[in-house]
């Protein structure tokens, strides 16, 4: 049994907002995601992306059922982001076909069709295989039921929170989900780390890892709120650009903060590693004192040769739409890959998602 003392509760930006309560997926035609595409297939090459839409089925269900169908290697099938078991979801994969044979695509949705319980939008052929990130993000349409509170007054107040997020952004929190149940997976992690809990699945392995880097980076953002240091950049931030996702050192607060309040750029959060390009100043601080809280050294991340990487730290809500429905109310907005869309209706409901079904679209490593 690993033993860890995890601080799981992260804090709420719209905290002093009070939330409308509710219930997440009644059904998987409550919670609804879109695949937003990086790229469209050109219509000619070795793979053939079929978009499909699913529900009861994780992404991985369904790339192995392809590749059983269509007799392929495990890994053969790609694509770019996984997408919960528990909503109707539709995203793109790709199988590989003879470039030297006509594809019938029609034949191939069919057969899909026959082998699983899906719908198929589209076929069409590319160039390349899809590869974890080929994607923009998601988006979402998600119905909150079972409201707290009767229906007037809960509009009133998702519209008061609706209106502070979009004005502040949101914490690019990862969602409770990665870190499984009481923090399963980040002890998991740690252990992986500290050389006292072996994993032989080489994806899990990486996934457990990883999940322990986003404990570590939650608390960064968490510690940034409770100092009052969301709405405002620091000296030495790694900041990035919404537009061009170029990234560079904070030098001179005063005049980068026109931009930040403008929504063009934003901090950057630390996904601990041996490469990371590390933050200074107070903002280094900051990381280093959340970095000294860790257990884990540098050697230690060499070891299992993590390089770390930096997330962008807060999200913005511009698309964010509430709309009433009869049984409760419609959150529509969409969000960039690696982003949990829980992170967004935490702040509405105020109640514990810890124990939301699914991976929550979830495309860190997808």
């Known amino acids: 049994m690993l033993e860890s003392n995890l601080e799981l509760t992260i804090p709420y930006l719209t905290g002093a907002l009070p939330g409308i309560g509710g219930q997440l997926r009644a059904t998987a035609e409550h919670f609804i995601v879109e695949e937003l595409p990086l790229y469209e297939p050109v219509g000619e090459g070795q793979h053939l992306y079929v978009n499909l ?10 790339q192995r059922a392809l590749e059983r169908r269509f007799g392929l290697p495990q890994g ?34 069919q057969q899909i069709a026959e082998q699983l319980p899906v719908t198929v939008n589209w076929t069409r052929l590319h160039k390349n295989k899809l590869k974890a990130g080929h994607l923009l993000g998601n988006r979402f349409r998600i119905l909150v039921t079972d ?13 008061a929170i609706a209106q502070a997020l979009k004005q502040r952004g949101i914490p690019n929190f990862f969602g409770a989900q990665r870190f499984g149940h009481h923090g399963a997976n980040v002890a998991k992690g740690l252990g992986i780390l500290q050389g006292s809990y072996r994993e032989r699945n080489s994806w899990l392995r990486k996934f457990l890892v ?40 904070v ?11 403008a929504h063009e750029i934003s901090f950057t959060a630390p996904l601990l590693g041996a490469k990371l390009w590390a933050a200074k100043d107070e903002a280094g601080a900051l990381e280093a004192a959340i970095a000294a809280e860790s257990p884990v050294t540098q050697e230690m991340w060499q070891k299992a040769r993590v390089d ?19 049984l409760g109310i419609v959150f529509d907005f969409s969000l960039p890959k690696g982003a949990f869309a829980t992170t967004v209706l935490r702040e509405f409901m105020k109640v514990s998602l810890s124990d939301a079904q699914g991976i929550d679209s979830d495309t860190d490593d997808g």
Request: aromatic fraction near 8%; proline fraction near 4%; glycine fraction near 8%.
């Open 308 to 326: 770390g990487t930096r997330r962008m730290g807060r999200l913005l809500a511009s698309d964010l739409q509430i709309s009433q429905h009869e």
């Open 76 to 109: 053969a099938v790609g694509f770019a982001g996984l997408k919960d078991k528990y909503a109707r979801t539709t995203q793109t994969f790709s199988i590989p076909v003879d470039p030297r044979a006509a594809v019938d695509g029609a034949s191939v949705a």
């Open 53 to 62: 839409t699913k529900s009861g089925l994780t992404t991985k269900d369904v």
């Open 147 to 159: 409201l707290a509170l009767p229906m007037p007054e809960a509009i009133e107040r998702a519209q």
């Open 251 to 261: 030098v001179d607060v005063e005049a980068e903060q026109p931009r930040y309040t």
């Open 210 to 249: 990883s999940s322990y880097q986003s404990y570590l980076c939650n608390r960064y953002l968490a510690r940034r709120i409770e100092m009052g240091a969301f709405d405002r950049l620091l000296a030495g931030d790694v900041a990035k650009k919404y537009a061009t996702g170029g990234m560079f050192d």
